[in-house]
């Protein structure tokens, strides 16, 4: 049996055993609003999970809620103001779930946190067809995602969202009080309250500039397109916190290339500085994978992802994390399912010997 034909033997059979629990689909689409004249879009996803954690002094299986992502909802309304003017809103939410996984520090025993409700986005924008998109309210800024891009189909999003809030265990000892998801973080800006600008495409070429709240401002260039037959992706950022209490500033960025082989690669890089945060914090990250159409199912992708964490959350300490896995589109159900393996490892100046973290995580996704 050749390796093509192994790996379509593979992927149909772990397709049919993740299909085979329950799974409810709808359709998105547009509704009439009552007393408006904007076109309205409702939709959402719900993602689940089933996680074996492994802390080095304990182990439990946990039915999670979603950690590539969360489960949520969005309203989305636009409108022509002009013939060349859009206006438009979005409200994203994302959704109160039981399934946070992790051990109690006290004696070792599981536990499943809950989470809040909480807006993801929630924005107001004007789009003109040849001089860009003016967006105002709470949304990513400027380089929000910059250091995040990828090709294949995503394993897990940004580091740390696999090991979570589980606590390094040192020896057969307690817990270190050092939480995994708090050592390898990829300095995204994130979301915040703005005004953002985004230029329309130049050669593949777009700029980004946002405004927040406390004084502080991103800029972040983008570049999308095809290079000698290689699909390309880029993007890199600068935020400065100086004009507020944070006084700090991040830069970095990444790259992502995919040949029509369906071979990809990424790298990425990020750097925080500040005269008050007495570290210096580092960030890195190289991935790489194979993506095909094995199936009628959609397209499946075998990838690696190697994330580094240099003083992120305390001078000294390094934090990384190693995953592989596999993630298979379900095209016909508007849905997807990954198999994961996450290693957590965490060295610092002290000395101490930390035990691994090991986790072995499946997750499907429904869109709708």
Do not use: C
């Not at 994302?94 to 929630?122: H, L, R």
């Amino acid at each position: 049996m050749d390796i093509k034909t192994l790996l379509k033997t593979s992927v149909a059979a772990g397709a049919l055993l993740a299909v085979a629990a329950p799974m409810q689909t709808a359709e998105a689409g547009s509704i009439a609003a009552a007393n408006s004249k904007m076109d309205l879009k409702v939709g959402g996803r719900v993602i689940r999970g089933i996680m074996y954690l492994d802390d080095g002094n304990n182990s439990q299986l946990f039915h999670t809620r979603g950690r590539s992502a969360d489960t949520e909802v969005y309203f989305s309304a636009s409108g022509k103001l002009t013939e060349s003017i859009t206006v438009g809103a979005l409200h994203r939410e994302d959704m109160n779930e039981v399934g946070q996984p992790g051990f109690a520090t006290g004696d070792g025993q599981e536990t499943n946190g809950a989470d809040a409700d909480a807006q993801k986005y929630s924005y107001v924008y004007f789009k003109h067809k040849s001089l860009g998109t003016l967006t105002m309210g709470f949304q990513g800024e400027a380089g929000d995602g910059a250091v995040n891009i990828k090709k294949g189909g995503s394993i897990i999003g940004s580091p740390g969202l696999m090991t979570g809030t589980t606590q390094f265990t040192t020896g057969t000892a307690g817990y270190s009080g050092i939480t995994a998801n708090a050592q390898v973080s990829n300095l995204d800006p994130g979301s915040s309250n703005e005004i953002r600008y985004d230029s329309p495409s130049i050669s593949g070429f777009t700029l980004a500039l946002s405004q927040h709240t406390d004084s502080g401002w991103n800029a972040a260039l983008r570049y999308a397109g095809t290079i000698a037959g290689i699909s390309v992706s880029a993007g890199y950022h600068y935020l400065n916190e100086s004009g507020g209490a944070a006084n700090v500033h991040d830069w970095g960025g990444s790259i992502a290339a995919q040949h029509s082989s369906g071979l990809h690669a990424s790298i990425a890089d990020a750097h925080r500085r500040g005269a008050g945060l007495a570290r210096t914090p580092d960030y890195r990250r190289y991935s790489g994978g194979y993506e095909a159409s094995l199936s009628s199912l959609g397209k499946t992708d075998f990838a690696v992802q190697y994330f580094k964490g240099d003083d992120v959350a305390a001078a000294g300490r390094d934090g990384t994390e190693l995953t592989i896995g596999v993630h298979q589109s379900l095209d016909a159900i508007g849905g997807k399912i990954s198999l994961s393996y996450t290693k957590a490892e965490l060295d610092d100046t002290t000395g101490t010997a930390y035990n691994d973290i090991d986790v072995i995580y499946l997750e499907t996704q429904v869109n709708f």
